[in-house]
């Protein structure tokens, strides 16, 4: 049973335009949702994240959106530059006093064409 | 600093060998994490440790033994691996009770042969 879900494998933008990316969760615990941005033979570099109780964060060209009636989440980048061409993660936190545990989406591959 | 650092980048190991893989962090952070993440799938929780002391384990097999040494050090020791534990392993720490953000290393290549 898959609790967070990209349903779009691939993206292609044009350099300077708007990156949407999607996800979507099934689970109303989650306390905070994050955005992973990932280079091929790298680990997961940490862009972005989102408070279960609020509905926007913004950080320079990178903005999430969440919405938690749809359960539906959603990364902005503008103006999307050909170095943000990566596979981007969403992912959705559960905190314990121990620690946290991160469940991942299947990732979205973005492709941004000069 | 948000760097953690993993060694070895690759390792090439048979059905029978024993051997470890390493993680560090200067952060202060005091959750670290172990990943498993095979070829277009994203990263699977393997292991957390809080305050050096095992907090989750999500049913990983025994071949697969965690420890944290101290603070800052995460070790894998694995043994008599199949072929399908071929993967990337990341390591993430974190602080703890906080935003949920976790940071990785760039991960150990593992290939069983």
């Known amino acids: 049973d898959q609790q967070v879900k990209q349903n779009s494998p691939s993206l292609s933008v044009q350099e300077g335009r708007i990156s949407i990316l999607n996800c979507d969760y099934t689970?109303?615990?989650?306390?905070?949702f994050l955005w992973y941005k990932k280079y091929p033979a790298e680990g997961p570099t940490f862009l972005i994240s989102i408070s279960s109780i609020k509905d926007k964060n913004e950080d320079g060209r990178f903005t999430v959106f969440l919405n938690k009636s749809a359960k539906h989440l959603s990364l902005h980048i503008v103006p999307s530059q050909p170095g943000d061409s990566a596979v981007y993660f969403c992912?959705?936190?559960?905190?314990?006093?121990?620690?946290?545990?991160?469940?991942f989406g299947q990732g979205t591959e973005l492709s941004v064409k000069p | 600093d948000t760097e953690v650092t993993q060694t070895p980048k690759h390792l090439v190991m048979g059905m029978t060998n024993k051997k470890s893989l390493k993680c560090e962090q200067h952060?202060?952070?005091?959750?670290m994490y172990w990943y498993k993440q095979k070829a277009k799938k994203p990263p699977e929780l393997m292991f957390v440790y809080s305050y050096e002391k095992l907090s989750i384990n999500e049913s990983v097999p025994s071949r697969f033994s965690p420890e944290c040494p101290n603070s800052s050090l995460l070790n894998l020791h694995l043994h008599a691996l199949q072929p399908e534990d071929s993967a990337l392993y990341l390591c993430?720490?974190?602080?703890?009770?906080?935003?949920?953000?976790?940071?990785f290393g760039p991960g150990t290549r593992l290939t069983v042969t």
């Open positions: 952060m202060g952070h005091r959750a």
């Open positions: 689970n109303s615990m989650f306390d905070y």
């Open positions: 993430a720490s974190s602080q703890l009770g906080q935003g949920g953000e976790q940071y």
């Open positions: 992912a959705a936190s559960v905190i314990y006093n121990q620690g946290g545990k991160l469940i």
